[in-house]
């Protein structure tokens, strides 16, 4: 890779974001002319909106990170390497054909459909995205396409993909592929990120990643997303692409679309490269201040420091902070997708277990605050910009407040309190008449007083929170 790879990717980058920023008509109408016409392209505002409309409902989805990479584990010859677990083959500089030899190696047994599906499920999440092949080129799933997978590689040789679809349509959830399409550390001609004193223009550290990157895409990439696409029956309800390069040019990303145009419920993300925006916008380690006006999004998010198991990585987020990112970016109208990183048995931490579990008692619970909810009528609550603190970018930091959020409903208000407050609620501006008031957590909704004149709105609420990270107060509202 080049600087001006470097740099067109810096580009796409703030293309991306520039973009998103744009109001959807407009958005549609500014797409650049693409050599194939993507279904963003050509479909109408209301086929869009049928084909998002289950992802727009969904709000919580798990990302599972895993691979050949739970092998090491976030180790190499006895030293800790430096970084998240999935890359410790580009970090650790390993030689394509020591990576290769993991694969012997990995037998995870203890891997089961059944038991993440449920696990999923009892989260409150509505689908599930894996990675397929992540940068390391390791295919998770039967692919005749490329003998470096699962099936034929390892001592495991079951398709985890081909169980986790069979499940997820038994217990009633979707399924979504992560596919690298264009870094490939293992394969001729894949691209590279930069990392530590990889020299350009590939940033390759073994000769035997040299190759020809259109090569490697219509002899790798390209067979094995016709294999995800084609072998898994209505599933993947997603195709989530990585970390694009100026290799992916507007044809050579123009093949991919004319693959997934034969898909028409497909939603992919905006990772792809060579000029398409795709779906969805995905901020990935952080919630964005106000969302993305005009574009669907998602925040994806480690539950520790790492995407890929590493057996040292014990930083994980508290239940609270996790309910509380789901109920912040449900209020900016986004989708949480929470990652875990399952070992090299197929077992998943049981500190994200508990954690998932956690998170799904506090959902069963209060989950119609955030399943095909609204934004929030308000925004102010979410927090401030700060001029004299600055940004990565230099421009004012955005501080966030934690004392509430809102979600709606045509005719609901919901607020998630997060701090308590003493003996009132008190709300400036409420642009509904509020009819009647209650705490979701209370399983007799005893109606709340509550006065609304035009000073505001203020809740009668009784000395303590129902729920210590989050109880929710519901507005029944008019028009
Ligand atoms: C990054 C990383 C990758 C991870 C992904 C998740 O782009 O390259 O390892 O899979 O983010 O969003």
């Not at 016409?37 to 798990?62: I, L, N, Y």
């Not at 970084?83 to 990576?99: F, K, L, Q, R, T």
């Not at 898994?232 to 970390?243: K, L, M, N, S, V």
């Not at 004299?388 to 005719?411: C, L, Q, V």
């Amino acid at each position: 890779m080049n600087l001006s790879r470097s740099l067109s990717i810096v580009c796409l980058f703030a293309m991306s974001i520039a973009s998103s920023a744009q109001p959807q008509d407009k958005q549609l109408k500014a797409q650049p002319a693409h050599p194939v016409p993507s279904v963003q392209d050509t479909e109408t505002h209301a086929q869009r909106d049928a084909r998002m409309e289950w992802f727009r409902e969904a709000r919580f989805g798990m990302f599972i990170h895993w691979g050949l990479y739970s092998v090491p584990a976030g180790t190499w010859k006895g030293k800790q390497i430096p970084g998240i677990g999935e890359w410790i083959m580009n970090n650790g500089s390993i030689p394509v054909a020591d990576y290769k030899a993991l694969a012997p190696q990995f037998n995870p047994v203890a891997f089961s459909a059944h038991d993440i599906v449920a696990l999923a499920k009892s989260a409150g999440m509505k689908y599930i995205i894996i990675t397929a092949k992540h940068h390391d080129g390791f295919a998770m799933f039967d692919s005749k396409a490329d003998p470096f997978n699962i099936v034929d590689a390892t001592p495991f040789k079951r398709d985890p993909l081909r169980e986790l679809a069979a499940e997820c349509r038994k217990q009633g959830i979707k399924l979504g592929f992560y596919y690298s399409q264009d870094q490939d550390w293992t394969a001729p001609g894949g691209a590279a990120y930069k990392t530590g004193d990889h020299q350009p223009p590939t940033f390759h550290w073994d000769k035997a990643q040299d190759g020809d990157f259109a090569t490697y895409l219509h002899t790798k990439a390209i067979p094995q997303m016709k294999e995800l696409l084609s072998n898994y029956g209505d599933f993947p309800a997603i195709i989530w692409f990585d970390t694009p390069t100026k290799d992916m040019t507007p044809a050579l990303a123009g093949e991919i679309v004319a693959l997934m145009n034969k898909y028409p419920k497909l939603i992919w993300n905006n990772r792809l490269g060579g000029g398409y925006d795709g779906d969805t916008e995905t901020p990935e380690q952080f919630i964005p201040p106000q969302g993305y006006k005009g574009r669907d999004w998602e925040s994806c998010m480690t539950i520790n420091d790492t995407w890929g198991y590493k057996s040292y990585d014990t930083n994980f987020k508290s239940t609270e902070t996790l309910v509380r990112n789901l109920i912040d970016i449900a209020s900016k109208g986004g989708n949480y997708l929470l990652n875990i990183g399952p070992d090299a048995q197929g077992n998943v931490p049981s500190a994200e277990v508990e954690r998932l579990q956690q998170v799904g008692r506090w959902i069963s619970v209060n989950g119609e605050s955030i399943y095909g909810t609204q934004p929030t009528l308000f925004g102010d609550e979410a927090g401030s910009y700060n001029s004299s603190e600055k940004d990565s970018k230099g421009k004012p930091k955005f501080i966030p407040a934690w004392n509430w959020r809102s979600t709606t409903t045509a005719d609901k208000i919901y607020i998630e309190l997060f701090t308590w407050p003493t003996g009132k609620f008190h709300l400036n501006k409420v642009p509904r008449t509020v009819t009647s008031a209650y705490l979701l957590a209370d399983p007799s909704h005893t109606p709340l007083k509550f006065t609304q004149t035009s000073a505001g709105l203020d809740v009668e609420l009784p000395s303590k929170a129902l729920d210590p990270i989050a109880t929710v107060l519901v507005l029944n509202t008019e028009k």
